[in-house]
Every structure is written in C-alpha cells, then in structure tokens.
C-alpha cells in the first residue's frame, strides 16, 4: 500500500478514514502541536485544514533538510537544443523552442 492512507466510502459517498488512520491522524496532529480534538471523525474542513496544511508542509521542509534531500531533474532544454541541431535548425530556431 506504499504508506497511503486508506479511505472507504459509505453509503452517502462521504470520505471516512479507517479507525486506525484516524489514530495515526491525532497522533501526529498531537505530535505537530495540535488538539487533535478539533477535527470531526478525521475531516478536517476550512481555515483549520488551511493552518494543518501549512504547518505539516512546514515540518516536512523541516525533515527533508534535516535528511540533506536534493532533487534533481533533468532540463529539456539541453534536449530541444540538440533537436535543433540535429535538425539543422539555427539560433532563431532554438531561441523559439
């Protein structure tokens, strides 16, 4: 399941989470600060789930810089010029890809 919370849905088509995503939700609304009181059976909704929101990006922030995270992607530009070279296409040409 590759650490994704699991929902199911009842017969109103209202998201619910599982008793135990619910526990795992106040442990780490607890553990980030907050009365995990204030969310209604796991659904967090308004400006509450905005402040949640912010403050579990933050952490997260917090973790990946304590883990040295670095991502790296590849530019297609590199790839678009060499298209174009390829292609015998000029610096117009590459300017406007």
Avoid at 16 to 27: G, S, W
Wanted: charged share 30%.
């Amino acid at each position: 399941d590759a650490g994704l919370a699991k929902i199911t849905l009842t017969s109103r088509a209202n998201v619910r989470m599982k008793d135990e995503d619910a526990r795992e939700l106040a442990e780490g609304l607890e553990l980030a600060g907050y009365d995990a009181s204030a969310a209604d059976d796991g659904v967090i909704v308004g400006a509450l789930y905005y402040e949640y929101k912010d403050r579990i990006l933050e952490l997260e922030q917090d973790v990946l810089r304590a883990m040295d995270y670095e991502l790296n992607t590849e530019q297609p530009h590199k790839f678009m010029f060499h298209i174009v070279h390829a292609i015998g296409g000029g610096e117009a040409l590459a300017c406007a890809a």
